[in-house]
């Protein structure tokens, strides 16, 4: 059973940072491609950054050079590093998590939410001006 927890979102001021963390069991973390979903009150999830099962990444527009995404592969735990955050960052932030079909590349990934079937709970973040 795929199990993914979220942490380390918080309340912050803009321009600084947090690190938020997916601990991940119950399945076979290099197997699987993995991403970052944000949705704030009132609007739509928005994929913000995915990963590929070789740890290639991929980020939307609003976050480049800002968010990096990484996975620890020692521990099966995905990361969110935000710098430089700011007031329109602020949103509840998911986890996601899909098996990699062995007809598809191991860059591949998706920040879809629709491309997704295994979720966490989500850890809020909130960036005050």
């Known amino acids: 059973q795929v199990q993914l927890v979220e942490s380390g979102g918080g309340s912050v001021q803009a321009g600084r940072s947090l690190r938020l963390s997916c601990a991940t069991s119950?399945?076979?973390?290099?197997?699987?491609?993995m991403g970052w979903f944000r949705q704030g009150p009132g609007t739509e999830r928005e994929g913000v950054a995915c990963?590929?099962?070789?740890?290639?990444?991929s980020y939307a527009d609003s976050v480049q050079g800002r968010f990096t995404i990484f996975r620890d592969h020692a521990d099966d735990t995905l990361y969110l590093q935000m710098d430089m955050l700011k007031p329109e960052d602020t949103a509840m932030y998911y986890c996601a998590a899909r098996r990699r079909s062995p007809y598809t590349s191991s860059w591949y990934c998706s920040r879809r939410s629709s491309n997704f079937d295994n979720w966490g709970q989500g850890t809020q973040v909130t960036v005050s001006s």
């Open positions: 119950g399945f076979t973390f290099s197997d699987y491609y």
């Open positions: 990963v590929g099962s070789d740890d290639s990444a």
